[in-house]
């Protein structure tokens, strides 16, 4: 599990704001050292600045991530969901992929080929 340190990170822009806000949980393969899961939630609203810009009030991310071949981890699953202000407008985005059936592909075809 994750959460910001004590100390926020400082870098001046809104990636360290953002960042300082961020907590949840990773999941690593040992064998690999790939990321297997994460799980990662917004603990308080993220204004941009002063608010002016906008403020991001609720995010959530998901992934879910499956080792096909060794060395090979392809995404199986993600969801992002989150709400807030740009400017004067609210925003509120979700978006969910699910995927299955990998399969290799052995040849691909020339480009230009028919």
């Known amino acids: 599990t994750f959460r910001p340190k004590a100390e926020p ?3 001046g822009g809104m990636f360290g704001k953002l960042l300082n806000q961020l907590a949840g949980t990773l999941w690593v393969d040992l064998e690999e050292d790939q990321v297997a899961r994460l799980e990662v939630k917004l603990l308080r609203r993220v204004s941009f600045f002063a608010g002016i810009a906008g403020a991001l009030d609720r995010m959530e991310l998901n ?4 080792r096909v071949a060794p060395g090979v981890w392809l995404n199986a699953s993600s969801r992002i969901d989150l709400e807030g202000r740009k400017l004067l407008s609210p925003v509120r985005f979700r978006a969910f992929e699910n995927c299955t059936d990998f399969r290799r592909v052995t040849e691909l075809p020339a ?3 028919n």
């Open 9 to 11: 990170v400082d870098d």
């Open 111 to 113: 480009l230009g080929s």
């Open 63 to 66: 992934l879910v991530r499956v």
